[in-house]
Nanobody, 125 residues
């Protein structure tokens, strides 16, 4: 497993932006596809975005497509989630996650084996 630590959450007004970061401990970070999930109070954890090991392929949930951008810097062992045009319904705890090495990241939560502790994002109306 890889250790993951998220940062960058906070309180923002609707229409604003935040950038989340996820630092990974793995010496072979490039072996891992990565994903972001979120969980709102009383709801199940849901897929937000994923990125492959090289950064060349990304995928997004329909609810964030066009507003959020996932990226990675393999030299810094870090994956990012740039969130623009935030809405109150984006309020949730955001989690960084990784499947086992060399396994493709998908939208299926059960395929991820490593999770960060989460960072709170609150969007006020």
């Amino acid at each position: 497993q890889v250790q993951l630590v998220e940062s960058g959450g906070g309180l923002v007004q609707a229409g604003g932006s935040l950038r989340l970061s996820c630092a990974a401990s793995a010496r072979t970070f490039i072996s891992y596809d990565m994903g972001w999930f979120r969980q709102a109070p009383g709801k199940e954890r849901e897929f937000v975005a994923s990125i492959n090991y090289s950064g060349g392929n990304t995928d997004y949930a329909d609810t964030v497509k066009g507003r959020f951008t996932i990226s990675r810097d393999n030299a810094k062992n870090t994956v990012y989630l740039q969130m623009n045009s935030l809405k109150p319904e984006d309020t949730a705890v955001y989690y960084c996650a990784a499947p086992p090495p060399y396994q493709r990241a998908t939208a299926r939560r059960g395929e991820y084996s490593s999770w960060g502790q989460g960072t709170q994002v609150t969007v006020s109306s």
